[in-house]
C-alpha cells in the first residue's frame, strides 16, 4: 500500500514515555498531521477539548486508567475516532470495543492507515504523502515514515524501559 496522508488533521498523541511519543509524532508529523502531545492523561484530557482535533491516539498498555477513560469518553462524545495504542495488540477495550488496538510493534505506515481508515470517508482515497506537503522543495523525494517495529529493541540500547503509568 502507498503511503498515506494525514495532512492538514490534528492528532492527540497521549503517551508517558517520551521516546515513543517523539516516534509517533515523527510518524504522524511524516504524513502530514500536526501532532498535539500529552505526556500524560491529565494533559490529554485538557487538550481532548482542542476544536481542530481529528483522532486521537491513545497510550494503552495494561488497560484504561480513570483519566484515559475519560479522555476516550469525551472523544467518544465529540465523535472522534481513536486507536489504543501498546505493548500488544491483543483483544479489544471492553467499552470502546470499536477502537482498533495497535501494537508498538506496528510500522508507522500501519498507523498512518488505521488513522486514516478511521478519519476518512469511505469513497476518499488517501493522497500520498509529497514533498511540497512536508515543506520540501519541490523534486525532493517523499520522506519515509519511520517504522516503530525496533521500539523495544532501541528502548534496551538506550537503556531505557517502558515507563509506569501516570
Not at 492528532?11 to 514515555?17: C, N, R
Not at 472523544?75 to 470502546?96: N, Q, S, V
Not at 481508515?117 to 520522506?143: C, D, H, M, N, T
Request: glycine residues 10%; contains cysteine.
Amino acid at each position: 500500500m502507498g503511503q498515506a496522508s494525514l495532512f492538514g488533521r490534528s492528532i492527540l498523541v497521549v503517551e508517558g514515555e517520551p521516546f515513543i511519543a517523539c516516534c509517533l509524532e515523527m510518524i504522524l508529523h511524516a504524513a502530514g498531521a500536526n501532532v498535539r502531545r500529552a505526556a500524560n492523561s491529565c494533559e490529554g484530557l485538557s487538550i481532548s477539548d482542542h476544536p481542530e482535533l481529528s483522532a486521537a491516539v491513545l497510550d494503552f498498555n495494561d488497560g484504561l486508567r480513570d483519566c484515559d477513560v475519560a479522555i476516550a469518553r469525551r472523544l467518544t462524545e465529540r465523535g472522534l475516532p481513536f486507536i489504543l495504542y501498546g505493548g500488544h495488540a491483543d483483544g479489544r477495550c471492553e467499552a470502546w470495543p470499536d477502537a482498533p488496538r495497535v501494537s508498538r510493534l506496528t510500522s508507522g505506515i500501519e498507523i498512518i492507515e488505521t488513522l486514516c481508515a478511521l478519519i476518512l470517508p469511505p469513497q476518499s482515497k488517501p493522497l500520498p504523502v509529497v514533498p511540497s506537503a512536508l515543506g520540501a522543495p519541490e523534486g525532493a523525494r517523499p520522506r519515509s515514515v519511520p517504522a516503530m517495529a525496533d521500539i523495544e529493541s532501541l528502548m534496551r540500547r538506550r537503556g531505557s524501559r517502558p515507563s509506569g503509568r501516570r
